[in-house]
């Protein structure tokens, strides 16, 4: 299917911007949307921003005015700017892709990758 890399996390103090990128490989003709979600410690997994093959954007609340998503369609890769950053930010970021596939019996099924995360730490 799809195998995603991310990079570009690390430590950066309040306020200032870090930008996360995402390479996807494989199957990467049958991807739909991709995104990045978010885990901090003692919380569950979040949505932070998504984007379309088409360039379609979503983006949580927390996030609407100080973060960007764009992708790069030839390159299969899609970024995350990330301005105006705060402690609550502090999270492993993982990249996400879905999309579709063919069965072994060449019926189509949906299909959610995830990346190994990397890590942001926003310090105040």
């Known amino acids: 299917q799809v195998q995603l890399v991310e990079s570009g996390g690390g430590l950066v103090q309040a306020g200032g911007p870090l930008r996360l990128s995402c390479v996807a490989s494989?199957?990467?003709?049958?991807?739909?949307?991709m995104g990045w979600y978010r885990q901090a410690p003692g919380k569950q997994r979040e949505l932070v921003a998504t984007?379309?093959?088409?360039?379609?954007?979503n983006y949580a609340d927390s996030v609407k005015d100080r973060f960007a998503i764009s992708g790069d369609n030839a390159k299969n890769t899609v970024y995350l700017q990330m301005n105006s950053l705060k402690p609550e930010d502090t999270a492993v970021y993982y990249c996400n892709a879905e999309g579709w596939y063919y069965t072994a019996n060449s019926r189509r099924a949906d299909f959610r990758s995830w990346g190994q995360g990397t890590q942001v730490t926003v310090s105040s």
């Open positions: 494989g199957n990467t003709g049958t991807i739909r949307t």
């Open positions: 984007i379309s093959r088409g360039g379609i954007t």
